[in-house]
């Protein structure tokens, strides 16, 4: 069956880095536009960065631009959230998912995972 399975998050402090890890099963990965999205505490699902399904475009969010870098490697069927200069406003629950584009809706999405936490400290 489909998985998705994010990996990396953990707590660390501003100006810290955080390097999520997304691990797709049960469907053909390169044929699907990737995306990462956030929640936090209260709030609605948001979008952060999408990567189309061969790597060549790459999509962000303007709070992300900049800071956060989206990446793939189709060869382990893995998808990527490379995150910098961190702040305490990034705290989130952060979600990988898989759709047909990539795009910031998040009701395009076909397939998700069950999200990691990302927490930073000031």
């Known amino acids: 069956q489909v998985q998705l399975v994010e990996a990396g998050g953990g707590l660390v402090q501003a100006g810290g880095s955080l390097r999520l890890s997304c691990a797709a099963s049960g469907f053909e990965f390169s044929d699907y536009g990737m995306g990462w999205f956030r929640q936090a505490p209260g709030k609605q699902r948001e979008y952060v960065a999408a990567i189309t399904w061969s790597g060549g475009t790459t999509y962000y969010a303007d709070y992300a631009q900049g800071r956060f870098t989206i990446s793939r490697d189709n060869a382990k069927n893995t998808v990527y959230l490379q995150m910098d200069s961190l702040k305490p406003e990034d705290t989130a629950i952060y979600y990988c998912?898989?759709?047909?584009?990539?795009?910031?809706?998040?009701?395009?999405?076909?397939?998700w995972g069950q999200g990691t936490q990302v927490t930073v400290s000031s």
């Open positions: 998912a898989a759709g047909r584009l990539a795009t910031y809706d998040k009701d395009m999405y076909d397939y």
